[in-house]
């Protein structure tokens, strides 16, 4: 969850209806924070919009292609051929796109001259095979450490990006977009302005179906579930590299992945035929399983659907700020409970993961802290770690809330260490501990009351415990 200040999306920047959005097959962006989302290569000859389809393909391709006509020359890392691929892998960090795994707003990190040279030589050890394929770079996840899903990102973004860029100008113009001239090499383009940021900043729009909550080569758990439903690529994987099956962790599958894949062209290109011709899916933004958007979604309709009847005169005191926050719970807790909202934190039957859970308490919190002058930070740096939550009114009020799922099982912990913690950090006038539930709490809440309870007289008061019932209510019929 990373640092956010005045959550703001395209659609709502630009006042777009954001279903004309999902008509489009576009992504809505926050603009101020990167969503939790990537592009992954193995889908841009499946995707809808032939910007994608044909042209980005063709540039990822080509642009690969002659990368491996240099990699072909190399015969050490001093000759021309070798510096020249250095160049040419040096992928950037791409701002503009609003993904990935950026932390303190839309930035992430590029590429380094040690994975840039990492790269190289196991690129150049695939081309030594006899491989031709520029789709070798699409499984580079798989065989290398620190090459994951927001460098992979990255380096497709960096070779498609003319594409994306005329597909958001063509877009803006169809949408009646404000845009302003961003001079890329070689060309310029009329693109719109993020204005969340200082510095002349592009807004990159990308199509959904080429985005996934982790590129399928990223993980071989992903190419497993994708390959085991196939019984004919399965039994081609089996012959080069079956012993994979049977391991459990994720290093042990790399390495031994990256052993068999590289000990033959056959192998490698089994392999490779195994995910191209797999039916691989982008993330389903509908559905959202991994709770990725839905609180944006919630955070653009809860204030004006549950109205929250409560706002304060002047500066905001220790009193009136701690009666907002608990306002602010109360509220949380009664549109999870009666309104309906206990629906976004399940999918398919199983709970969603605690991030989603604390970015919709986010979404209902900023809705109301804005029109009180109050300011909540996620994932606040204390200085001994992020808490969840910081509410803060000047310089000397500053109210935690960190919120658990009850089937944690770090709930006890979190409680009686970690939040503590970040309160003889930040000494804020008050704390709160939110816990979801969502089933698994067994008799924790009654351990927790006792701690709270249990606490010497005289000093820092436990912070206040706040239960949320999160879980799944039975349909109006069977009630």
Not at 71 to 79: E, F, H, V
Not at 274 to 289: T, V
Not at 403 to 424: A, F
Request: net charge neutral; glycine share 6%.
């Amino acid at each position: 969850m990373a640092i956010i200040k005045d959550p703001k999306s395209f659609a709502e920047h630009f006042r777009i209806d954001p279903a004309v959005l999902d008509r489009l097959g576009i992504l809505n962006p926050m603009l101020n924070v990167d969503t939790k989302l990537f592009i992954d290569p193995v889908l841009l000859d499946a995707s809808g919009h032939p910007e994608i389809s044909e042209q980005a393909s063709n540039s990822f391709r080509n642009y690969f292609g002659e990368g491996i006509t240099l990699l072909r020359a190399i015969r050490s890392r001093l000759d021309t051929p070798w510096r020249a691929a250095l160049r040419r892998f040096n992928f950037r960090e791409v701002p503009g796109t609003c993904l990935g795994y950026g932390t303190t707003g839309i930035r992430g990190r590029a590429f380094g001259p040690t994975l840039t040279a990492q790269l190289i030589d196991t690129a150049k050890e695939i081309v030594d095979l006899g491989v031709t394929n520029p789709d070798l770079f699409k499984l580079l996840p798989l065989l290398e450490e620190g090459i994951g899903p927001d460098l992979i990102s990255d380096m497709t973004t960096n070779v498609i990006l003319k594409d994306l860029l005329r597909f958001t100008a063509s877009t803006c113009g169809e949408l009646g977009v404000p845009t302003r001239l961003f001079r890329y090499p070689g060309e310029e383009f009329p693109l719109p302005r993020n204005p969340t940021q200082r510095r002349p900043m592009p807004i990159i729009l990308v199509p959904k179906d080429i985005l996934r909550s982790l590129p399928i080569a990223s993980d071989w758990s992903e190419v497993e579930d994708v390959i085991s439903e196939n019984a004919s690529i399965r039994a081609r994987v089996n012959e080069f590299i079956g012993d994979i099956w049977s391991l459990r962790t994720r290093r042990e599958k790399k390495e031994l992945i990256r052993r068999k894949a590289l000990a033959s062209r056959a192998a490698f290109e089994t392999l490779l035929d195994a995910i191209s011709e797999s039916d691989i899916q982008p993330y389903n933004l509908e559905r959202d399983p991994e709770g990725l958007v839905t609180w944006q979604r919630t955070r653009d309709s809860v204030a004006q659907r549950h109205p929250l009847a409560l706002s304060l005169t002047g500066p905001p005191t220790k009193e009136n700020a701690i009666a907002l926050v608990r306002a602010i719970i109360e509220q949380f807790k009664g549109l999870i409970e009666n309104m309906g909202l206990w629906r976004l934190l399940w999918d398919n039957g199983n709970p969603r993961k605690e991030k989603s859970s604390q970015m919709i308490f986010f979404a209902v919190a900023d809705a109301y802290c804005k029109a009180n002058d109050l300011d909540v930070t996620p994932e606040a740096d204390t200085g001994t770690g992020p808490v969840d939550f910081k509410f803060s009114a000047g310089y000397d009020v500053k109210i935690l809330v960190e919120v658990k799922l009850s089937n944690s099982p770090r709930l006890i912990q979190g409680y009686t260490r970690q939040l503590e913690t970040y309160k003889t950090a930040v000494s804020p006038v008050c704390a709160f501990y939110l816990i979801v539930d969502v089933g698994g709490m067994g008799r924790k809440s009654e351990r927790l009351l006792e701690i709270k309870n249990a606490k010497p007289h005289g000093t820092m008061p436990m912070s206040e415990i706040e239960i949320v019932n999160g879980n799944r209510r039975p349909s109006a019929s069977r009630r």
